[in-house]
Structures are given as C-alpha cells and as structure tokens.
C-alpha cells in the first residue's frame, strides 16, 4: 500500500473519529479556548451538521450533473447547436451571482432552512461540469466517432455507448471541481438557518470562540481534500481504462 494512501486512510479515520466523538479531542482545542469557553461545539452534534452538510452538497451536485450534462448533450446535436449561447448564459449565471445573493433571492420564495443553500449550490456547481461535459463530447477522437457510425449505431447508441463513456473522466473532473467549491460554499447556507458546519463557524465568530471556528474549518477543509483526492484517483481509473491521457 501506498505511502499516500495510508495517509489519506489515517486522516479519514481521524475525521469520522472527531465527528462521530469530538469530546475524545477537546484537549487539542482546549488552548484556543479562553474565560472558561467550552472547547467543543454541542449545540447540534457534529456528526448530524456534517451528514447535513454532505447531503445538501450531493443533492445539488446531482441536480446539477442532471442539468449540466443534458444541456452539454443537447448543444452537441446537430439540432440543438443553436442553443449553445443560451445553454452558456444558464450555465453562467450561479458564476454571476455570488451564493450570498442567490440565498437572500430564495429565502421570501423558499423560506428558511436548507433549500435555498440547495438552490445556490445547485447554480455553482453547473458551469464547471457544463464546460467540462462539453469539451468532454467535442473533443472525441473522430476515427472513434466514425468508427462507430461504420458498425452501424444509431445516434442515440453513440451517445450513450462510446461518447459519454469516453467522456466521462472530463466530466468527472468537473463534478470534482464543483463538489469541492460545494463542500466550502455550503457553510453560507447556516445563515438561513440551514444545518451545515457554517453553524459552529458562526458560533464561533458570535462568541470570540476560536475553538469553533478552527473545528468548523478543519472538518469542511479536511472533507474537501478528501473527496477531491477521490474522485481525482476514480478518474484517473477511468481514464486508464479508456487509454486516455490527463491533460
């Protein structure tokens, strides 16, 4: 096993460690702690904000690999080229409008709690997978294409038998990017009252606990380098498989 691997396995179990039993590490954020402030967050359990937390990231990420592929599908038809302008546009406007906005436009339609951070994420996330699901369908090597239409396939054979496997690993690498941005930006969502470990990050601002806000960062950090050096080794693994090369 690789000298990497175990580290990353180690940190893993560290941070499900901390989650699952953050008492068991006050000691270690006991110094950052003054007046008697309590070392640990115990409002909400921490295992219960970060499972929030996860969740409303894969439920926009998957909103959004759902829309951004579709239109990336769409725009390399020949009869949905036009729509390439628009479909960039769409894919635009989460870049366009920071999630700060997007949470104070969805809260008089959505009310308080995790759907607007859903909504902001979900807009987020669609450029980086778009852009990568296009490149992904439109850079195909055309001896494979033509190949393909040699042995007779219909269009919608080549689509989902040789061009969105031999794209996946692009794809891929932009669902990576936007989970990651996800990961980070959904600590927002805990001022609309959503659960996610912006909860004790701003616990910790409103009380002057550094305690909290080192805990609160270092889970979402940690889990962001965790899940982005996961799904890097699944698409090196795809790529391998494809005989593709990382760029």
């Known amino acids: 096993m690789r000298p990497g691997l175990i580290i990353r396995l180690v940190v893993l179990a560290l941070l499900v460690a901390f989650v699952v039993t953050p008492q068991t590490f006050a000691f270690v954020f006991q110094p950052l702690t003054k007046n008697g402030q309590p070392a640990i967050y115990t409002q909400n359990t921490l295992l219960t904000l970060t499972i929030s937390h996860l969740a409303i990231v894969a439920a926009a990420t998957v909103l959004a690999t759902a829309i951004a592929v579709g239109l990336a599908v769409l725009v390399t038809r020949p009869?949905?080229?036009?729509?390439?302008p628009l479909s960039r546009s769409l894919a635009n406007i989460g870049q366009t409008f920071p999630?700060?906005?997007?949470?104070?436009?969805?809260?008089p339609v959505l009310g308080f709690g995790w759907q607007?951070?859903?909504?902001?994420?979900?807009l987020y996330g669609l450029l980086p997978i778009f852009e990568n699901a296009l490149t992904g369908l439109t850079t195909l090597p055309?001896?494979?294409?033509?190949?393909a239409r040699g042995v007779g396939m219909t269009d919608r054979q080549r689509l989902t038998q040789v061009e969105l496997p031999?794209?996946?690993s692009v794809i891929l690498a932009g669902i990576r990017l936007s989970v990651v941005i996800s990961v980070a930006t959904a600590t927002i969502g805990s001022t609309v009252a959503a659960w996610t470990l912006g909860e004790v990050i701003i616990a910790g601002l409103l009380s002057n606990n550094i305690a909290f806000i080192a805990q609160g960062?270092?889970?979402v950090g940690v889990m962001a380098v965790l899940i982005y050096d996961g799904l890097s080794a699944v698409e090196r693994m795809l790529m391998r498989r494809t005989g593709q090369r990382r760029a």
């Open 217 to 219: 960062g270092l889970v």
């Open 116 to 122: 607007p951070t859903l909504v902001a994420l979900f």
């Open 79 to 84: 009869f949905g080229a036009e729509f390439l």
């Open 99 to 107: 999630p700060v906005a997007v949470l104070a436009l969805a809260v």
């Open 142 to 147: 055309p001896s494979v294409t033509e190949a």
């Open 166 to 168: 031999l794209a996946t």
